[in-house]
């Protein structure tokens, strides 16, 4: 029995030293990430195989039970196809003219000032705490994070999820818009007006909601106005969709006005992230 | 209870462990994965688990395995998982009570305690170093919260209790000997 009971100094020295862990990794730029980094290849590939196999064998037993469903659905396809190579040809030659006109008029497009790197969501969140969620894009896709510098994090509608809060060689860690730790300035789409926060919020946290606050007075605030980044602070770019206001609360003694929002993104079904950095001047690679 | 897995061997226990301690790992956090019921947190009843099935030793080192990937996986920092795990693993192997209904009556009632320490403990934690650059909340707003999805998280520890004992059972089955197996066919043969 007694072969199986740890020393007590044992417990009070990795005690000691993870008390002493805690307080050098909660520093910005600490070695944190240099760890995660080293256990990241090992780990990563390991539960990529497992995801990967479970992937294959659900793919596996999917397609035999839809087999005679899909049998029926080819002939339409087949016609459904010729008509969308037909379609493509014509966009093409739309795209092509497009850039054409683009780059006579020197027309400025939306994040044009930014490269989007594509990702894939590695892993959602653990639970309290562990509350930020992992993603395959790092250091080497040109993420570089320090205490002032982070870079949104979109989803394939292009709507604001949250910013990167930690990157390592391959993977970062994000921040997600729903999160108490998070704020971004915003504005109302359509309408000219002075900026306002919005951040996460413990309450509205679990119901994947955040709440819009810091309004400068005689702000028109609706339900179902959309809200945007407004560009201000330098970090997000303007015009990223954040969400929906789905409920306005104006306190009368205050004369402050605070907003519940609805994010845009699809929040925890979230599989593919796009991240904005920004381009390096002549290149398309961040 | 616990007495049917005194003598296996440790290289196998560790093989398990990994094995088990990836699997959790990964469903637990699969990207776009819900569950209708709640969440089960199998990374922190694993050491309970083990340390209830093994001891403390075991305990000890698997809390703080788990705890390092419940970090590497969703914190802004490395130390709290592992200490709350390794706590975790040490306090059940203490209370283990092997081939006893005591055991028992404690792999019910741990599991409950832990669920309803774990999160208000880190929700604390977390107004102390927030992720942000700023206090995000205050103590007694998070404290609120927290005890406000206890009861969901003693759901999903025995959830989770019942699923990782489940694979403990797989993991560490023992093959009857073939020469057990063909004296008791010779005997019920006459």
Not at chain 1, 196 to 218: E, H, M, Q, T, W
Not at chain 1, 248 to 253: A, F, H, K, M, N
Not at chain 2, 5 to 34: E, K, M, N, T
Not at chain 2, 164 to 174: A, D, E, T, V
């Amino acid at each position: 029995m007694n072969r199986r009971r740890p020393r007590v100094i044992l417990i009070v020295l990795l005690t000691v030293l993870l008390a002493a862990a805690m307080v050098i990794t909660v520093m910005p730029s600490s070695s944190r990430t240099k760890l995660a980094s080293f256990f990241g290849r090992v780990y990563d590939p390991v539960a990529d195989f497992i995801r990967t196999g479970c992937r294959r064998v659900g793919d596996y037993f999917g397609a035999i039970g839809e087999n005679r469903r899909l049998a029926g659905e080819i002939t339409s396809l087949q016609e459904e196809n010729a008509q969308l190579r037909q379609d493509l040809m014509q966009y093409r030659r739309k795209a092509e003219s497009f850039d054409l006109l683009k780059d006579n008029l020197n027309l400025k497009t939306e994040f044009d000032r930014y490269t989007i790197v594509g990702g894939e969501v590695l892993n959602r969140s653990v639970g309290p705490m562990f509350d930020l969620f992992r993603i395959n894009l790092g250091n080497e896709d040109g993420i570089m994070t320090s205490s002032d510098r982070s870079y949104p994090v979109l989803d394939h509608r292009r709507c604001l999820v949250g910013r990167i809060q930690s990157a390592e060689r391959r993977t970062s860690r994000v921040l997600p818009l729903t999160h108490e730790a998070f704020a971004v300035s915003a504005t109302i789409q359509g309408r000219t007006g002075i900026p306002f926060r919005v951040r996460g919020d413990l309450k509205y946290r679990d119901k994947g909601l955040c709440i819009a606050d810091n309004f400068s007075p005689g702000t028109p605030v609706r339900i179902g106005d959309v809200v945007i980044t407004s560009g201000a602070g330098g970090l997000f770019a303007e015009g990223i969709v954040i969400g929906e206001i789905i409920d306005v609360t104006r306190s009368p003694e205050t004369q402050t006005i605070s907003c519940v929002i609805k994010p845009t993104s699809v929040g925890e079904n979230l599989r593919y992230v796009f991240v904005l950095t920004e381009k390096k001047e002549g290149t398309d690679r961040p | 209870m616990s007495a049917r897995f005194d003598h296996i061997h440790l290289v196998r226990r560790i093989v398990v462990y990994l094995v088990v301690a990836i699997l959790c790992s990964v469903i637990q956090v699969w990207p776009g994965f819900h569950f209708s019921f709640p969440m089960p947190d199998f990374l922190l009843m694993l050491p309970l688990v083990a340390g209830m099935t093994f001891g403390e030793k075991d305990g000890l080192y698997l809390g703080l395995a788990t705890g390092f990937l419940r970090e590497f996986l969703g914190s802004h920092m490395i130390g709290p998982g592992m200490l709350g795990g390794m706590f975790i693993g040490l306090i059940a192997g203490r209370l283990r009570a092997p081939g006893t209904k005591k055991n028992l009556l404690r792999f019910i009632l741990l599991p409950l305690a832990v669920a309803i320490i774990h999160r208000p403990l880190m929700a604390a934690l977390e107004t102390v170093a927030p992720p942000g650059d700023r206090p995000a909340h205050n103590v007694f707003q998070a404290l609120t919260h927290a005890l406000t999805r206890v009861p969901y998280d003693m759901l999903g520890a025995m959830i989770a209790v019942a699923i990782i004992r489940l694979l403990f059972l797989l993991g560490f089955y023992k093959r009857k000997k073939t020469r057990e197996r063909g004296r008791r066919q010779t005997v019920l043969g006459g």
